[in-house]
């Protein structure tokens, strides 16, 4: 069957397999009895085998329908992927933006600007791509992306222009389990604990090719320390809110952390000279802004 009658030959199998009836399926179509019955016969004929099973009263698929029935739920898949990416082509009346995310940071970043961006451009639709990084960045390279929004883009690719937020800085999260917890207390001063003696702690992570995993990384390096991971996680707030209930020290962004935590845990500011972190939007530097992709861009810095 060809592309476009793949729905509809969906939609007579499954109501046939509904009724086991043809008189009675074809009254569900609106359509005529005889029409269905020559689909169904015509498209046997193409596939050179029967698809169903005509026992009185059950009508089943046959080995041969079922592989056809699936072929043709792989037709709408793939159907629906295309009108998808054309639309960013085609559209007339409502411009699409096509942006690349980490989920975990989509929770915390989108809600701060893209309100504000839709009071002014209501009819812009976005096409949010969640992913690593390093697999959305690549996206942006090979054009399949308009714009990507990540952490600390000092590794960014040279051929996309960058546009940064000020820094923030980390915090470690100290539990009651550590020997480093101080009670009594919420933050801890800077520089009243050795970086080296946080590392060496057992550790709750984010999962490997995220920005934070890959500066925690770097900072384990530079300390020449093998990390203790109890656990990793791709959603940094996961990160946090294991390490606020007692499992172990988790090193994140301070904006991750929950103000109404009640649970008891201290919180030591890292060196900004060896860990902070700047929020960014990218696009191919080549890329010609329209308007609308600008303010996109205004509105981010203004508002992260």
């Not at 029409?35 to 169904?40: G, I, K, S």
């Amino acid at each position: 069957m060809a592309l476009k009658d793949s729905h509809l030959m969906l939609q007579y199998l499954d109501t046939l397999l509904k009724h086991s009836n043809y008189t009675k399926a074809a009254k569900d179509l609106y359509i005529s009895q005889p029409y269905l019955t020559q689909t169904v016969k015509r498209a046997e004929q193409e596939l050179g085998t029967p698809i169903i099973n005509r026992q009185p009263g059950h009508f089943q698929l046959t080995e041969a329908g079922k592989i056809y029935y699936q072929y043709l739920e792989t037709l709408e898949t793939e159907s629906a992927k295309l009108k998808s990416r054309l639309s960013w082509y085609t559209a007339t009346e409502k411009r699409s933006l096509r942006l690349g995310i980490l989920p975990s940071l989509g929770s915390y970043l989108l809600p701060l600007f893209l309100p504000a961006y839709y009071e002014h451009y209501p009819n812009v639709h976005f096409f949010l791509r969640e992913d690593l990084p390093k697999h959305n960045e690549k996206r942006l390279l090979n054009g399949q992306l308009d714009f990507f929004i990540g952490q600390n883009p000092e590794t960014i690719a040279p051929n996309l222009t960058v546009h940064s937020t000020n820094q923030e800085r980390y915090l470690a999260i100290i539990p009651p389990c550590s020997p480093l917890y101080q009670p009594e207390k919420r933050y801890l001063a800077p520089d009243s604990l050795a970086v080296k003696d946080l590392l060496q702690s057992p550790l709750i992570l984010t999962a490997s090719g995220s920005a934070i995993r890959r500066q925690i990384d770097q900072l384990l390096q530079k300390y020449k320390v093998e990390a203790t991971v109890l656990i990793e996680s791709s959603n940094i707030y996961t990160a946090a809110a294991l390490a606020e209930n007692n499992l172990g020290i988790a090193i994140v962004p301070e904006s991750v952390l929950q103000a109404a935590t009640a649970t008891p845990f201290n919180l030591y500011p890292m060196p900004e000279e060896l860990l902070s972190l700047t929020y960014f939007i990218a696009h191919q530097a080549e890329r010609a802004l329209s308007n609308s992709e600008a303010d996109l861009i205004e509105t981010f810095l203004q508002h992260v």
